[in-house]
């Protein structure tokens, strides 16, 4: 069975472009999250999408932004990109159901902002 | 406001020892506990969790120990092995809302 998925797999970006990182989830998953992680640090937070709807937003600036589409995919897209958003931006997965909330990671879009 | 803490950020164990990895919570919200493990170049791998009604939960070589009052759980692993050698996460989520990871903590595992 395929994991998750992320593309494009590394990305670098000049101040002030657009980014647009794309994720397809475990079959069957439903629930799709965003995580960035900056070097030393744990993932943080940034959405989570479940059945289309986001269910959860982090403490990130409106120039984040994502959605999920019907087949459970979905898109994470950065505005004006400043230096400090350079991280490996990583995708989850899950069932969301009952106690089961184990995520499954894809392995992450590295992005340099330069 | 880190609401999970890893304190140690790295350790070092003998291959066959036990490896016990720390990590400590301020949010009396959380309910739900999650440790991952995170090689070089890869996502985080879902190792073990633990909801807030349990005190222990096992599954194989991995048991992950909550102790609410003190708002610390940790990750016993025995034996430990050269391929356990990763960075380990600790994470917590509040019904199901967003998890929220520690900064982690670097195992090494000598053989």
């Known amino acids: 069975d395929a994991g998750v998925t992320q593309s494009p797999t590394h990305l670098i970006k000049t101040r002030g472009q657009q980014v647009t990182l794309r994720c397809s989830p475990i079959?069957?998953?439903?629930?799709v999250s965003w995580y960035q992680q900056v070097l030393g640090q744990g993932p943080q937070f940034i959405f989570q999408y479940y059945e289309k709807e986001e269910r959860g937003r982090g403490n990130f600036p409106d120039r984040f932004s994502a959605r999920q589409f019907p087949n459970y995919s979905s898109e994470l897209n950065v505005n004006a990109l400043l230096l400090g958003d350079s991280a490996l931006y990583l995708c989850?997965?899950?069932?969301?159901?009952?106690?089961?909330?184990?995520?499954?990671f894809g392995p992450g879009t590295r992005l340099t902002v330069t | 406001d880190q609401q999970v803490k890893q304190n140690s950020p790295s350790l070092s164990v003998q291959e066959g020892r036990i490896s016990i990895l720390n990590c400590d919570y301020t949010?009396?919200?959380?309910?739900?506990f999650l440790w991952y493990k995170k090689y070089p170049a890869e996502g985080p791998t879902f190792l073990i969790s633990?909801?807030?009604?349990?005190d222990k939960n096992e599954d194989g070589r991995f048991t992950v120990f909550l102790n609410k009052s003190a708002k610390h759980l940790s990750l016993h692993i025995v034996p430990s092995q050269p391929g356990d050698s990763a960075v380990y996460f600790c994470?917590?989520?509040?019904?199901?809302?967003?998890?929220?990871f520690g900064t982690g903590t670097k195992l090494q595992v000598i053989p």
């Open positions: 079959s069957g998953h439903k629930s």
């Open positions: 633990i909801s807030s009604i349990k």
């Open positions: 949010n009396s919200m959380f309910d739900y």
């Open positions: 989850a997965s899950s069932l969301l159901s009952g106690t089961s909330y184990e995520q499954y």
């Open positions: 994470a917590a989520s509040a019904s199901y809302q967003k998890v929220t």
